[in-house]
């Protein structure tokens, strides 16, 4: 077996399908003393199962290049013996290493664990532990990651996966910024450009810690909320019709940042770029009224065409009716026919009538002052009719991606860290955008 490159992902946990899924197997890896060269051999012994079985796959073991630093590339020198266990996938390992000090910084560790990207203190074979950080991903809780995990053979707790998180997360923190400070390619250049591709963007409130959350007697805020901003990109190829009219997405791209909305700008224009930015037909961008979205999308992609969700303008049409009409049923039959002419074309002439309406005395007056002149600035974005023939009008892609982050980071007894909520972020980033793969390399 050649430990090299990707082979080394999951090698040591496909090795132990040899042996009955229970058996404890003894894995012995170790210079050949007869070799001039040193060169690293596998020797597999078992403890439990087919003797045979495991001396027949040792016979065509061939060297491995493991006795080099993969950092420094140089030989290990003062070199000695040590065991260590690994949990995989199928069952504890027992590793019989050698270790030295590499002559290039002059650090003492094993040059085969540091290929395989396992630190001294780790107990995780690399398959586990990528198996253990989608599982987190994909649940909404380290505890419930932990319970999953248990499920499926590997008993874990919720603490050693939040550490993973914070080490794994920081690396693929790393690749993002890494990503950033290079030139997007696009992911599939060989199929068509995209007839209209979809930036929407969006925020919601995330509870942090804050800086008196160590000390109860601090007069400093024990705990902070923050809007954590969230942008989605997608191909108008990737909706699939469903029955009900709605329709899927089979393909999206998700980012995240808690920030400068800038930044956000960044990180999306980049996945939008890797989408195919460069050579869509067209851009659009469906956001609520917020006005730093809208400065945003101004800024970053001044040639997209730019749409008020269709939810959040006709809600202010609501607001408008409810100052005008005390009584609820006159506020509904007020609004509902202005609703359907702002949905089928007709905004010119309903913004012109809200224009005309005279604000009532008092607190009533000033609402439909607010929504007279909010309606009037999102005009150009109100050409429901015409936008809805050819892509979306409302935003709920990027709506569902705020509710399903409120999910995981809003439940109760949940105070986040900066670093924690970025690390699990970039992880969950990584699954949703492509750069899984990329992230368990070594």
């Known amino acids: 077996m050649i430990l090299e490159g990707e082979q080394t992902e999951s090698r040591v946990d496909h090795i132990l399908c040899l042996a009955p899924r229970r058996n404890h197997l003894l894995l012995r890896l170790g210079p050949c003393p007869a070799s001039k060269s040193s060169n690293w051999k596998w020797r597999l012994k078992a403890v439990n199962g087919c003797a045979n079985a495991s001396r027949n796959v040792s016979n065509n073991s061939p060297t491995n290049t493991a006795r080099f630093f993969p950092h420094s590339g140089q030989r290990l020198r003062t070199r000695q013996r040590r065991p260590k266990t690994l949990r995989s996938l199928y069952g504890p390992i027992e590793l019989q290493l050698w270790e030295g000090r590499d002559p290039g910084d002059g650090h003492w560790g094993c040059p ?37 995990a248990t499920e499926w053979g590997l008993p874990v707790e919720d603490a050693t996966l939040h550490s993973l998180v914070q080490r794994v997360g920081a690396r693929a923190e790393a690749q993002t910024q890494a990503r950033l400070a290079q030139p997007a390619v696009e992911r599939e250049p060989q199929r068509a450009p995209t007839q209209l591709l979809n930036l929407m963007i969006d925020g919601c409130q995330i ?30 190829e990737s909706v699939s019709p469903a029955a009900n009219g709605r329709g899927g997405l089979s393909d999206k791209r998700l980012v995240s940042w808690r920030g400068e909305a800038m930044e956000l700008g960044r990180r999306l224009h980049w996945e939008a770029q890797a989408e195919g930015l460069g050579r869509a037909r ?14 945003l999308v101004t800024d970053r992609w001044p040639q997209a065409e730019q749409v008020l969700d269709f939810y959040h303008g006709s809600s202010h049409l609501h607001a408008l009716a409810e100052a005008l009409h005390a009584d609820e049923a006159a506020a509904s039959a007020w609004v509902k026919p202005r609703r359907r002419r702002l949905r089928h074309g007709h905004a010119g002439k309903l913004l012109a009538e809200v224009r005309a309406l005279k604000a009532p005395a008092g607190q009533a007056g000033a609402i439909v002052q607010r929504e007279q002149n909010y309606l009037a600035g999102h005009a150009h974005r109100m050409s429901y009719r015409e936008l809805a023939r050819s892509g979306p009008i409302g935003s709920g892609t990027v709506e569902s991606a705020c509710r399903s982050r409120q999910c995981r980071f809003k439940r109760p007894g949940q105070f986040w860290t900066e670093t924690g909520l970025r690390h699990l972020c970039a992880l969950q980033e990584a699954r949703c955008n492509h750069h899984w793969t990329e992230l368990w390399k070594s």
């Not at 290929?115 to 532990?129: E, K, L, Y």
């Not at 509870?207 to 191909?235: A, D, I, M, N, T």
């Not at 067209?282 to 400065?295: C, E, H, K, L, Y």
């Open 207 to 236: 509870r942090f810690r804050g800086p008196g959350w160590s000390h109860p007697h601090s007069s400093q805020p024990h705990v902070e909320w923050h809007e954590l901003k969230l942008g989605v990109c997608y191909r108008q």
């Open 112 to 148: 085969l664990l540091e290929n395989w990207d396992v630190r001294p203190h780790q107990q995780f074979t690399p398959a586990a532990r990528r198996r253990l950080a989608f599982t987190v991903t994909a649940t909404a809780t380290y505890a419930d990651a932990a319970a999953v």
């Open 282 to 295: 067209r851009v659009r961008t469906v956001n609520d009224g917020a006005p730093w979205i809208w400065s």
